[in-house]
Nanobody
Framework: QVQLVESGGGLVQAGGSLRLSCAAS????????MAWFRQAPGKEREFVTA????????FYADPVKGRFTISRDNAKNTVYLQMNSLKPEDTAVYYC???????????????????WGQGTQVTVSS
């Protein structure tokens, strides 16, 4: 298992930016495919974006495409989520997730991940 700790959430005005970080410890981070999910009040958890073990491949959900960027630094055991042009509907608790996987695989569903962080709140005011 790998332990995941998110940081970087906060309150921002619409149109603003935030950068989330997810620090991993405990296992070889470069063996893990990573993703970000979010859950808004009263809604189910939804997929946001994912990245392959090396960082060469990424995938984004349509609502965030063109505004959010996922990246990773395997030397620092950290995955990032750069969020630009934030909208009130981006308000949610953001979770990072990880799983060991094949080198080029991207995983899109929550049940495919067995390691989760505690979440960080992102609030976008209008």
């Amino acid at each position: 298992q790998v332990q995941l700790v998110e940081s970087g959430g906060g309150l921002v005005q619409a149109g603003g930016s935030l950068r989330l970080s997810c620090a991993a410890s405990g296992r070889t981070f470069s063996n893990y495919a990573m993703a970000w999910f979010r859950q808004a009040p009263g809604k189910e958890r939804e997929f946001v974006t994912a990245i392959t073990r090396s960082g060469a491949g990424t995938f984004y959900a349509d609502p965030v495409k063109g505004r959010f960027t996922i990246s990773r630094d395997n030397a620092k055991n950290t995955v990032y989520l750069q969020m630009n042009s934030l909208k009130p509907e981006d308000t949610a608790v953001y979770y990072c997730a990880g799983r060991e996987g094949r080198s080029s695989e991207i995983y899109y569903f929550g049940y495919q991940y067995n390691n989760w962080g505690q979440g960080t709140q992102v609030t976008v005011s209008s």
